[in-house]
């Protein structure tokens, strides 16, 4: 790919996770407003995920919030802080899920490897986040928790030394934007199996990874008291299994559930029969983070979803130039055949080209 469509196309996602930014914040019913949550005045458990919270008062430093005259979500230096914040997290979120593409199809067209990776973004944000059927809520941690969840996957699927020693950083990170973080590590151990690594080695990783959450939360409960001077109201775990069975009797509730995983579900159900051993242990996480979620969230809220929604994502990388190699298979021979007018490949011809030479996911 030439350096002039990069450009057009890095402007582009720019412009999108703007807008995604932009509504994150104005269209959605916030369960916490900026004020609070910006000055560690949240209940809990919300006050405990201070991630933004912290890079905040690192970059502003002692100056409070203040109105800045205009209209939501530019309203104050809060607000402005956020949005950019969720912009820049949705850039480096498609980012990696490209990276992700690409380094499970090495020999893929970049330009299809990107246009996968934008269509599934775009589908996450949208029926994990806006399309939710009771009601859309706003969280100031939420589009970090995408960033950072790409992130590590990408990290678990690259490996190498530099990667393990960095990997228990990440999962510190995460775990101070979120507690449940720690659980995007169980990737690493699905691709070292997948991989034979060394188990010693593997473990250790993991191990540190544990360390490495139990750290955060002591961080977080020690920052909890010296920012906010107590929590108000509330515990930090929340069990919200009563509830949950309760929303069973709600007639949106099924409708909310067609949207989990943001319909990713349906293209692993499509090629189900190519599924092996590691795309099984993947699926076993995204079943034990749905059952995890049930019991300690609201099962309606399908944004505690979306980090089952980027396993899935793994697993339909994982086969992305098995089924296109077959899709282009079936297509019609004209279709195949490459291009003999001027100008700039088309895609299928171009990706007709690499499909002789592709390698198993």
Not at 151 to 167: E, K, N, P, W, Y
Not at 216 to 226: G, I, P, Y
Not at 306 to 335: K, Q
Request: aromatic content about 10%; hydrophobic content about 55%; charged content about 15%.
């Amino acid at each position: 790919m030439t350096r002039t469509p990069k450009i057009v196309i890095a402007c582009l996602v720019g412009v999108v996770c703007l807008n995604l930014a932009w509504e994150h914040q104005a269209l959605l019913t916030p369960m916490v407003t900026i004020q609070d949550y910006y000055d560690f005045q949240a209940r809990a458990p919300l006050v405990f995920r201070m991630l933004p919270a912290l890079l905040c008062r690192l970059l502003l430093g002692a100056h409070t919030n203040a109105a800045t005259g205009l209209n939501p979500p530019l309203d104050s230096r809060y607000a402005i802080f956020q949005l950019v914040l969720d912009a820049i997290s949705l850039i480096v979120a498609f980012n990696f899920m490209a990276r992700i593409a690409r380094q499970l199809n090495p020999r893929l067209n970049d330009a299809i490897t990107l246009s996968v990776a934008g269509a599934a973004g775009l589908l996450i944000v949208v029926f994990g986040y806006f399309m939710v059927p009771n009601k859309a809520l706003f969280y100031p941690y939420d589009f970090t928790d995408l960033c950072i969840a790409s992130i590590v996957f990408f990290m678990c699927l690259r490996g190498g030394t530099a990667i393990d020693f960095l990997l228990p950083v990440v999962v510190f990170l995460a775990t101070l934007n979120k507690e449940t973080a720690v659980f995007y590590s169980g990737m690493y151990l699905v691709v070292s199996i997948e991989r034979r690594r060394d188990w010693k080695r593997s473990a250790a990783v993991l191990f540190a990874c544990a360390v490495s959450f139990l750290l955060a939360r002591a961080t977080v409960l020690w920052l909890v008291r010296s920012l906010s001077g107590g929590v108000a109201g509330g515990v930090q775990f929340e069990v919200q299994l009563l509830y949950t069975l309760q929303q069973f009797r709600n007639p949106l509730l099924l409708f909310a559930l067609l949207n989990i995983c943001s319909y990713l579900y349906l293209v692993v159900w499509a090629i189900r029969k190519r599924l092996d051993r590691t795309d099984a242990l993947i699926l076993g996480m995204v079943l034990l983070w749905i059952l995890i979620m049930s019991t300690v969230g609201i099962f309606r809220q399908l944004r505690l979803y979306v980090p089952a929604s980027l396993m899935l994502y793994v697993i339909i990388c994982r086969h992305l130039t098995e089924m296109f190699t077959a899709l282009l298979a079936n297509a019609p021979r004209d279709a195949r055949a490459p291009s003999t007018e001027s100008g700039p490949p088309k895609i299928v011809s171009a990706a007709a080209a690499v499909s002789d030479s592709t390698v198993s996911a």
